[in-house]
C-alpha cells in the first residue's frame, strides 16, 4: 500500500474519533512515518510528548506533542487492507489515548492493546 493511500486511512480512522475528543486534544499533531524509530523495538504508533493529564501551570511556549503512525510496521502485520484499516483505527486510538493520559495497561484492560 502506497504512503498515499495509508495517510487516507489515517484520516478516515481520525473521522471516526469522536468530535468532543478531537476538541479536548491540545497542542497536538499527527504524523505518518514509513518505519519507526531504529533504535528501539518495532511500534505502530508512538505518542511523544506531555499529556493532557501531566501538564500544570508551567506548560507553556513549547512545540506541539507528536502522534506518530508507522506505515511498514503496520502493513507487516496485515494481510488484507481490511486488516490495515483496522490496524490504523485501534494505532490512532491507542496514540491518542495517551495524548489523554491513558497507559498501556489500562488500554489493554479496555481492549485497545
Known sequence: MNRERFEELV???LDE???ELLNLMSNVVILVEDDSPADGPELLGLYEGHALTSRGW???GVLPDRIF?????ILR???TEDDV???VAITV???IAHHFGIDDDRL???GWG
Open 11 to 13: 484520516a478516515e480512522a
Open 17 to 19: 474519533v469522536p468530535e
Open 58 to 60: 508551567d506548560y507553556a
Open 69 to 73: 503512525i508507522y506505515r511498514r510496521p
Open 77 to 79: 502485520v496485515c494481510d
Open 85 to 87: 484499516v483496522e490496524e
Open 93 to 95: 486510538v491507542h496514540e
Open 108 to 110: 489493554h484492560d479496555l
